[in-house]
């Protein structure tokens, strides 16, 4: 059955193919809320917030989009919201980020696996590089991190971040360019 159908059946009244809606989707959705907090456990209630938010708003699906598109949308809006209250929460408590979760997040980012004899190299080219895009720009740093991710088009992140398509790729090429340059900048100079 296509997400139209289960779409249609759910806007009658039929909890279940809304539960086969979020069972379809849930891990993209997750993968993108994970892309923008970082952590975990905020990934999963801003997951949560996205579905609860998307079945009471079923009867403004139009269709002009996939659902999978429409429902990712909701669920980045809804994870930078709950970034920028704890980003308010952080800035009240002064408490740094949690390294092992920006590991998680920048997983994708950062190259393979180093061989053992490059193990401390790699460990601080690695924290380099979270330094680099934690530095991005938010616009440059959502993009980079989404297309990264490999779970998404671009088609699919202009819609979640708003933007033309052209814009994402430029954001993805420059956020690039941006981290290529600062890690150069402070001496890994075979960075590509």
Do not use: C
């Not at 993968?31 to 708003?57: N, T, V």
């Not at 393979?112 to 720009?137: D, N, V």
């Amino acid at each position: 059955m296509s997400d139209v159908d289960l779409v249609a059946r759910a806007r009658q009244g039929d909890p279940a193919a809304f539960g086969e809606l979020v069972e379809r989707h849930r891990m993209a959705v997750y993968r993108a809320a994970l892309a923008a907090l970082g952590s975990h456990a905020d990934a999963e209630d801003a997951a949560q917030d996205a579905f609860l938010m998307a079945f009471r708003r079923l009867d403004t699906f139009r269709g002009d989009s996939s659902f999978k598109t429409w429902l990712l949308t909701i669920a980045w809006h809804q994870a930078i919201n709950h970034r920028r209250s704890l980003g308010r929460v952080w800035r009240r408590m002064v408490a740094p980020r949690d390294q092992q979760e920006m590991e998680s997040v920048l997983e994708n980012v950062a190259a393979a696996g180093p061989t053992p004899e490059g193990a401390t190299a790699h460990h601080e080219l690695r924290r380099e590089l979270e330094r680099a895009i934690r530095s991005l720009s938010p616009k440059l740093r959502d993009a980079l991190l989404l297309a990264q991710s490999g779970e998404y088009s671009y088609n699919e992140i202009g819609t979640m971040l708003r933007a033309p398509i052209g814009t994402i790729k430029w954001r993805v090429s420059e956020a690039r360019r941006v981290v290529r340059a600062t890690l150069q900048q402070r001496g890994y100079v075979d960075v590509r």
